[in-house]
């Protein structure tokens, strides 16, 4: 049996980055796992019939309980991963490439006052500065082109920057990791492809607004045209997809299995091929290294897992999945207001509006405020000629459904179903979508319970102050725009009262002792899973706070410095 320098499980931030590094440094010896598939160009589903199907919930996780229960009754291997808890629903994603496939693109670097004392001392923006360097180069970050092209006005940017003003708020353009082209001062005419620095297809952004249910022209820079591509097609990796981790065991000096062994003779990983014909069979290969990579859910949930019901790795912290983060997501929209949106034109996030983030900080209150936007075809549904009395008796329907979910006891979940009931409404030219994120306590948990499996549990209320004042500035942004209306996500109405997030963070979190962390924060060491040699963490678990601006940045910095601990190579952005 082949015995690989090192297994990277995930392909999100954390895992392309690692496994591109770990494969310069031992070419042909590097294995990438990926539980769902791969994206070819226009390959992410369009049609009613095919975004349906477009879900992950597959029987091998045996964690049908945490999905919506239309969705736990399906075997689907599809782009979309959504979690039900109570108190907080999380959405993340399934693909090669991870989150970068589903994500708004930006890469903002955090202010340094939310690196404070629950970092280690060693972990601050200032250590982090050559490392988010290199990321923001490798993925060709920049603000969306500003030239006399009439196709490159962008209504819903110029929108928020006016309503920052009128609040005596401070708006800047967002660094996007988006393909305008190879020259940065020149962008190449929208809708033309050319070969990106690492010889990947890309087209020029054609404005479509679909950057977060697929990007079907390659013009998202996403990890499988950067760091994946290069791992895989310069350096050999072997990238598996559609193969599901299943436990991780240490081997004893023998070469069999023994969960008293802490890593010193490597490690057996067994895993599921999903698209094989003997789906349901463990397969395993032995590697020196392990790179856990899953995502905060993943990686927290693997872990628990061996931790607690395999018994494989029983001497993992006592801290595991403690400081569960949803990064302060809050989604909230203004209806039918007098000025122009056009919320169905550009990339996803253009602009960012400080509240007390990177200036005047407050903890309690500090978020950014994002534009956003949705797909042109969404815009027909939400466009309808609906009468006014249909729409009054929308809201009605609404009302209805709250109010039977609760009574049946059903309180805590279907985010696409509230999102397609609230698609009934009228979401038009003149409406706008608010995305916030922001500092919450990040005093969550994930727990293996025996009888509901893997769970969150959310203090929501210990973060109140926060939601409130996102909730003050929806308020402040549909009078600017003199809105008909204006609302959270339907899953924020009360009896439901549920946080979504799309960053979650936390669980495995970076420290100097096993006591209050979970991987280990010193520099030959780093992300290192404390008793355990070998067996590593890169994602957003490593977070022990919220980030508050987008994290995609900072994990990918952080597993830079993952990688060049394990390889002992300083990266570069010449991949």
Request: proline share 5%; aromatic share 12%.
């Amino acid at each position: 049996m082949k015995k690989y320098e090192a297994v990277v499980i995930g392909t999100g931030f954390g895992g392309a980055v690692t496994g591109c590094r770990l494969s310069k440094k031992w070419p042909g010896q590097v294995l990438i796992l990926e539980r769902g598939k791969r994206y070819p160009k226009g390959s992410f589903p369009r049609s009613p019939h095919d975004m349906s199907k477009n879900f992950w919930n597959v029987p091998e996780e045996n964690s049908s309980k945490i999905r919506p229960k239309k969705l736990s009754k399906l075997n689907q291997t599809g782009l979309f991963d959504i979690r039900n808890y109570k108190h907080m629903d999380v959405v993340i994603s399934a693909g090669l490439g991870g989150g970068s496939l589903i994500y708004a693109n930006v890469f903002l670097e955090p202010p340094d006052h939310i690196f404070d004392e629950r970092w280690p001392a060693n972990v601050k923006k200032k250590s982090l500065a050559p490392y988010y360097k290199i990321v923001k180069e490798v993925l060709g970050s920049r603000p969306i082109p500003l030239n006399d092209d009439p196709r490159r006005k962008i209504v819903r940017t110029e929108l928020y920057q006016k309503f920052a003003k009128s609040a005596g708020r401070e708006s800047k353009l967002a660094d996007i990791n988006v393909f305008f082209g190879n020259d940065f001062k020149k962008p190449t005419p929208i809708g033309l492809q050319e070969k990106n620095r690492y010889g990947a297809v890309q087209t020029s952004c054609t404005y479509c607004a679909e950057c977060d249910i697929g990007c079907n022209t390659h013009s998202k820079n996403t990890l499988d045209l950067n760091y994946l591509f290069v791992a895989e097609n310069k350096y050999r990796a072997d990238v598996r997809t559609e193969h599901l981790v299943h436990k991780i065991v240490p081997i004893g000096t023998d070469g069999n299995d023994n969960p008293s062994a802490h890593g010193e003779n490597g490690y057996r990983i067994y895993f599921r091929d999903l698209s094989g014909e003997k789906r349901g069979e463990l397969v395993s290969v032995v590697t020196k290294r392990v790179v856990v990579s899953a995502g905060t859910l993943g990686s927290t949930e693997l872990l628990l897992r061996c931790k607690e019901e395999f018994k494989t790795l029983p001497d993992i912290s006592d801290h595991l999945g403690k400081q569960f983060s949803g990064n302060g997501d809050f989604l909230s929209f203004a209806v039918n207001g007098k000025k122009e949106a056009n919320p169905n034109y550009g990339p996803v996030i253009t602009q960012y509006t400080d509240y007390n983030l990177f200036k005047s900080y407050d903890s309690q209150r500090a978020f950014v405020l994002q534009d956003a936007s949705y797909p042109v075809f969404a815009a027909y549904f939400a466009e309808a000629a609906i009468p006014w009395f249909l729409r009054i008796g929308f809201f009605f329907h609404m009302l209805g459904e709250l109010f039977k979910r609760f009574w049946s006891g059903k309180i805590f979940g279907k985010v696409g179903y509230l999102l397609s009931e609230l698609m009934k409404g009228d979401l038009s030219y003149t409406s706008a979508v608010l995305l916030c994120m922001g500092i919450d306590r990040a005093d969550g948990a994930m727990v293996l319970d025996r009888k509901k499996g893997f769970q969150v549990q959310w203090p929501q209320k210990n973060s109140m102050s926060l939601y409130e004042a996102i909730l003050g500035v929806m308020k402040d942004f549909a009078s600017f725009i003199n809105a008909k209306s204006y609302f959270p996500l339907p899953t924020w109405a009360w009896p439901i009262r549920n946080n979504v997030s799309v960053h979650p963070l936390g669980g495995c979190i970076l420290g100097n002792a096993k006591t209050n962390a979970v991987t280990s924060a010193d520099s030959k060491t780093f992300g290192q899973v404390f008793s355990y040699q070998g067996l590593y963490v890169a994602d957003g678990s490593l977070s022990p706070t919220a980030i508050g601006a987008n994290p995609s940045m900072t994990i990918a910095a952080l597993s830079e410095r993952v990688a060049e601990g394990i390889t002992g190579i300083k990266p570069t952005a010449k991949l």
